[in-house]
């Protein structure tokens, strides 16, 4: 089957309600740049008269801190960005991943691939392409068959093996970011069959995230910039599965003094929410980084006070 997918995507409308999200990976506490994208999304959700939801994303367990989830949340509400009902864990979410998985295996879009990322390397340098380190490998597509088929229902749990997409030919994905305007990516070229399903068990943050934004009607998708190279990924997805595109908005990055964008893995410091003065100062500086004017500067304002201010000024 060959799917040609060059689509401008017909987007949500706002008249289906909005529903927006935050969704933290719990391998780390909040810092500087995770809060102003759960400012950034907070505040647009609540403009909006939406809903905010929170999930958190503790696929990659090995990654995952056991109880830095419940200091996320001790630090939003310090921060007074509650959220929308129940907080989702994905990691309590397999079956529905592997129901998706299983779609795709129907449709012959997956494949299993036994590729370390050394051997990817290696056919790689054979082909003259370096990658830069710590960039993502383009999958040159040494494991795809030349035909694809329908793989056995046990295929999943196939041990040390991962599974892949099969891109089609024509892949090139355009969509507009509400922040950052109109955007295109060909996956072809700039990413490869990308992993659904790793070999150590464990789905995919590409998949993951969107059956759960599908599964939980997520309208708007506000988020930090260093996300926006996934999207692409992310939307062909959602078409080939059968679900709507939501809206994306993508927000400045916070870098640190080395111009490096602020993470766990670099430590950056967790925020100061010890106190309404300290968490105030930090909601400060992360509406100042999503250039927020005119807000109240004064001693005497409580959080909920200045939130409202930001509402009206998002
Ligand atoms: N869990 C991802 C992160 O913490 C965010 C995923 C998303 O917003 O799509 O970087």
């Not at 933290?24 to 505040?43: D, E, F, K």
């Not at 507009?176 to 399903?197: K, R, Y």
Request: charged content about 20%; some cysteine.
């Amino acid at each position: 089957m060959i799917l040609a997918v060059s689509l401008s995507k017909n987007l949500l409308s706002p008249a289906d309600g909005y529903r927006g999200r935050f969704a933290p990976s719990p391998t780390g506490p909040l810092h500087a740049g995770s809060l102003v994208a759960a400012l950034g999304s907070w505040l647009d959700a609540r403009k909006n008269g939406g809903q905010w939801l929170l999930r958190m994303e503790d696929l990659d367990t090995p990654r995952c801190i056991p109880g830095v989830d419940q200091l996320i949340q001790a630090q939003l509400l310090a921060c007074g960005l509650y959220w929308d009902g129940e907080i989702t864990y994905q990691s309590q979410r397999h079956d529905l991943y592997q129901r998706a998985l299983e779609r795709l295996n129907t449709l012959k879009l997956v494949y299993p691939c036994n590729c370390s990322r050394q051997s990817i390397a290696n056919a790689l340098a054979q082909r003259g392409i370096k990658n830069p380190r710590h960039q993502e490998m383009i999958y040159p597509g040494t494991c795809r068959p030349a035909e694809l088929s329908v793989n056995s229902p046990e295929f999943i749990e196939t041990p040390n093996t991962a599974w892949r997409i099969a891109l089609p030919p024509n892949c090139h994905i355009e969509f507009t970011d509400l922040s950052l305007g109109q955007q295109s990516q060909d996956l072809n070229t700039d990413v490869g069959d990308f992993v659904l399903h790793r070999s150590d068990g464990l789905f995919t943050y590409q998949l993951a995230v969107v059956v759960d934004d599908a599964e939980q009607n997520i309208t708007h998708i506000v988020r930090g910039e260093d996300l926006l190279s996934n999207t692409a990924r992310q939307i062909h997805l959602q078409n080939i599965l059968g679900y709507s595109t939501p809206h994306y908005r993508h927000l400045p990055l916070v870098l640190d003094e080395y111009g490096e964008k602020l993470s766990k893995q670099t430590l950056a410091t967790q925020i100061h929410t010890q106190d309404e003065k300290s968490t105030l100062t930090e909601l400060r500086k992360a509406a100042k980084h999503l250039r927020l004017r005119g807000l109240p500067d004064g001693e005497n304002i409580t959080i909920a006070e200045w939130l409202l201010a930001a509402t009206h000024a998002w």
